[in-house]
């Protein structure tokens, strides 16, 4: 079938099986329940697809992330003469064309070129709600940083207001941005985008320092241990262990049950398996890879319950100061 008469769904099909069982199952951890079942309903539909058109769909997601990465950099007038000089000016118009909203230039771009001293003193008398706005725009290095230099009792409102957001007006974003845009005499635009939402504070909390991510947490357990617990749950993924050193990978297997490991390990990357496995006694790493294949085929959702348990145990070493998992803040130097 011609990639023109493919459906999104199908490319995204095609995509899935391109990578490769490993990388698909990495890529599922982010997708809800619906989407999976409905995307492993049709590679499951898929026929026979050739060569071609495999190389045709992953060369087409290529294109569209390069694309958007430009857009990130430079704007969209940028991206179209990149691309025009590589891939010729009726190839760059398609994919401008196709990504369509997700190409437009995000708000307040003119804020995350900003000194971050200038934006702190520039937002700092603003209201929670209107920086918690600006913040869901900027890239989580800015806003870890803005969010650090805020005073305890407004960092848990704001961080509260993130993960609470869902949709944001245009006509409000487009008035914020008027406002700013008289101050700073920048050039701004529309973006009709979803804005904010618990991996949104997630990613924010993620760079700031131990001490803020903890005052912000134990207020929202307090206030919405519901919004506390799914936050935390995000905060460290599995996947996350690769950046744990040595020590504190020992210390973690240390209190981790042998059925959980050989389980979570079933949907983990091979740099996972590597990383767990150096720091395992030769015999107990083949004794867990014997367990692995005699386990057989499992379900993915014992195998995120299993990682998640594995996750749980790593937050409460640190909690106790048992272990360190290295984050943003640049107060957390090591000596």
């Known amino acids: 079938m011609p990639l023109t ?11 899935i099986v391109s990578l490769g069982p490993e990388i698909a199952a990495n890529v599922y951890r982010f997708l809800k329940e619906e989407e999976i079942e409905q995307l492993t309903l049709e590679i499951a539909n898929l026929k026979k697809v050739s ?30 003469d990149i691309l025009e000089k590589a891939l010729g000016t009726q190839k760059a118009l398609e994919i401008i064309n196709r990504l369509t909203s997700s190409l437009q230039v995000r708000p307040f771009d003119f804020i995350r070129k900003a000194d971050p001293t200038q934006l702190m003193n520039f937002l700092q008398n603003e209201n929670s709600q209107t920086i918690a706005l600006i913040m869901t725009y900027l890239n989580p290095e800015q806003s870890a940083s803005l969010l650090s230099s805020l005073p305890p009792e407004k960092q848990v409102d704001i961080a509260r207001r993130v993960a609470t957001m869902d949709r944001t007006s245009p006509d409000i974003i487009l008035e914020v941005e008027k406002v700013l845009e008289r101050q700073l005499a920048s050039v701004v635009n529309e973006d009709y985008t979803n804005v904010g939402g618990i991996q949104a504070v997630v990613n924010i909390l993620n760079n700031v320092d131990r001490g803020t991510e903890k005052n912000i947490i134990e207020a929202l357990e307090i206030d919405n241990p519901d919004l506390a617990e799914e936050i935390k749950r995000r905060m460290f993924m599995f996947e996350d262990i690769l950046t744990l050193d040595n020590r504190s990978v020992q210390r973690t297997l240390r209190e981790v049950d042998n059925k959980d490991l050989t389980l979570a390990l079933k949907g983990a990357s091979e740099e996972v398996k590597k990383k767990i496995f150096s720091n395992m006694s030769k015999r107990q790493a083949e004794m867990v890879n014997e367990e692995m294949q005699y386990m057989g085929p499992v379900r993915l959702r014992d195998v995120e319950e299993a990682q998640q348990k594995i996750v749980n145990i790593i937050r409460k070493l640190e909690d106790a100061g048992e272990i360190i998992i290295s984050r943003g803040g640049g107060d957390e130097i090591i000596v």
């Open 5 to 15: 008469k493919l459906t999104g769904k199908q490319k995204a099909a095609i995509l």
């Open 51 to 80: 060569s071609e058109d495999k190389h045709a769909v992953v060369e087409e997601f290529y294109q569209m992330m390069v694309a958007q990465n430009y857009i990130s950099e430079g704007g969209i007038d940028y991206a179209r």
